[in-house]
């Protein structure tokens, strides 16, 4: 293996993860509600890793940009 090749094997960065308590405070809601949501269909599914549960942050960032979509395009008439 060459030296670039082992250094761009390496570049890539994985987006941090979040726990449902992190999920919970930084959107205001209760635990419960993030469940509500994930069966819904309205949030993204968390991935399990043992017996803890997680969010990326980019696609909690990306939920919350979709959601406010409309609001942030509105323009008075």
Known sequence: MTT????TMFD????ALLTKA????????????????VKAGNFPPPVRIGKQVFWSEK???SWQQSLF???EAWAPA
């Not at 890539?12 to 987006?15: D, E």
């Not at 992190?22 to 959107?27: A, D, K, P």
């Open 69 to 71: 979509s409309q609001q």
């Open 22 to 37: 992190q999920v919970c405070t930084r959107l205001c809601i209760a635990p419960r509600t993030v469940e509500y949501m």
């Open 59 to 61: 696609s909690v960032f």
């Open 4 to 7: 670039l090749q082992a250094h």
């Open 12 to 15: 890539y960065q994985l987006p």
